[in-house]
C-alpha cells in the first residue's frame, strides 16, 4: 500500500511545475530565436507571427519557474521575453503625427473568408457603415445583392468575375477611379482605389492572402508585398494600405515592406487591435486573435481614428479607419 503525504504530494506537483515550464520555456526560447530567420525559411517566419503568444507564454513560465527552480533557463527566459515585448509594445508606446482634421476619408475593410452565420446583422452593418471606400476581400456577388440597392450609398467599383465566387469587392459612395494589378502569382492582384477628397487625393491600396502555412503561400506573400511596395514607390498621392496581406507586422516580408518603403503601421499607439478568429468570448476575445488586418500609410498622412468593428460572424473583425493630412 502507497501513503502519500502532503510533502510528497507538493514535491511531485513542483517536480512537475519544474519539467513542464523547462520543456515551454525552451520552446518558446527557440520559436522566438528562429522567427528572426524568416528570410531564410518559412515556417521561421510563421513563428514570427505569434510573438503576441510567445511574449506571454514566456511571461508566465518565467514567473512559475522562478517560482519553482533557479538555475540559466531563468536568464535565458527573460531574455527571450523582453525580445518579444520589444517587439509587441510599440502596439501601446508608438505614436502617431497630428492631423488636421480636414480633408478626411473612411475606409472600411472586412475580410469575409468564412462567410456569415448572422447574416442579417452583418448585412445591416455592411449597408450602413459610415465610410467613403468598403472594402470586403473574399466576398462573393450574394453580398452586393443584398448591401446594394435603390436606398443604399454604395457604388459597385470592383467585384468578382464569376458569379458566387470569392473575391476582391470595392463599393464607394462615388464613382473613384480602380485600378487592379496581378501579382504574377496565379489570380492574386493588389487593388488601388484613388479616392479625391475636396484638396486631398489618396491611394487607398487593398489585397489578401492566407497566413502563410506552406512554401507556395510564402511565394504568394512574397509577391503581394512586392506588388504593394511597387504600388507605393510609384504613387504620386498619399497611400493608404488597408487589408488582410497574410501576415502581422512582426514577420520577416512585413518588416521589409516598412522598412523599404515610406509606409508606417498606423495601428502604433492603438493597443492590440486582434481581428482574425473574431471571438464573442466575453474580456478574453480580443486577446485570443491575431492583427492579420493591418493599417499603413505614408507620413503625410495620419490616423484620426482607427477601430474594429463589431463581430460579424466572419473569421474577421472588421477594420474602419479615418484619415486626414497630417498637421
Do not use: K
Request: hydrophobic letters at 50%.
Amino acid at each position: 500500500m502507497i501513503a502519500w503525504s502532503d510533502t510528497g504530494t507538493i514535491a511531485g506537483f513542483r517536480l512537475f511545475l519544474i519539467v513542464a515550464s523547462f520543456v515551454l520555456g525552451i520552446i518558446a526560447i527557440i520559436a522566438t530565436l528562429l522567427a528572426f530567420f524568416g528570410a531564410t525559411w518559412w515556417p521561421f517566419d510563421w513563428l514570427a507571427n505569434v510573438r503576441w503568444y510567445l511574449m506571454w507564454i514566456l511571461l508566465i513560465v518565467a514567473i512559475i519557474y522562478s517560482l519553482t527552480a533557479r538555475g540559466w533557463l531563468l536568464i535565458a527566459l527573460v531574455v527571450a521575453l523582453g525580445i518579444n515585448a520589444f517587439f509587441v509594445l510599440p502596439l501601446w508606446l508608438g505614436s502617431q503625427p497630428e492631423a488636421t482634421g480636414e480633408d478626411s476619408i473612411t475606409v472600411a475593410h472586412l475580410d469575409a473568408e468564412g462567410g456569415f452565420s448572422d447574416r442579417p446583422e452583418a448585412m445591416e452593418w455592411l449597408r450602413t457603415v459610415d465610410a467613403d471606400v468598403l472594402l470586403i476581400s473574399q466576398g462573393t456577388s450574394e453580398i452586393i445583392n443584398q448591401i446594394v440597392g435603390p436606398e443604399s450609398p454604395w457604388i459597385v467599383l470592383l467585384a468578382p468575375e464569376l458569379e458566387n465566387t470569392a473575391g476582391q469587392i470595392v463599393l464607394g459612395t462615388q464613382p473613384w477611379d480602380v485600378a487592379v494589378t496581378p501579382t504574377g502569382q496565379g489570380s492574386d492582384t493588389v487593388v488601388r482605389v484613388t479616392v479625391g477628397g475636396p484638396a486631398t487625393t489618396y491611394d487607398v491600396v487593398t489585397a489578401w492572402g492566407p497566413t502563410v502555412t506552406n512554401s507556395t503561400n510564402a511565394d504568394r506573400l512574397e509577391a503581394r508585398l512586392d506588388t504593394i511596395e511597387s504600388l507605393t514607390a510609384s504613387a504620386t498621392n498619399p497611400v493608404v494600405v488597408v487589408g488582410n496581406l497574410g501576415a502581422t507586422r512582426w514577420t520577416y516580408g512585413m518588416r521589409a515592406l516598412l522598412s523599404d518603403t515610406p509606409l508606417r503601421d498606423a495601428t502604433e499607439g492603438e493597443g492590440y487591435l486582434s481581428t482574425s478568429n473574431a471571438s464573442s468570448l466575453p474580456v478574453v476575445g480580443g486577446w485570443l486573435g491575431l492583427p492579420l488586418d493591418v493599417v499603413l500609410m505614408t507620413p503625410t498622412i495620419t490616423p484620426i481614428s482607427l477601430e474594429t468593428g463589431p463581430n460579424l460572424s466572419a473569421d474577421h473583425l472588421p477594420v474602419r479607419v479615418v484619415v486626414g493630412p497630417t498637421g
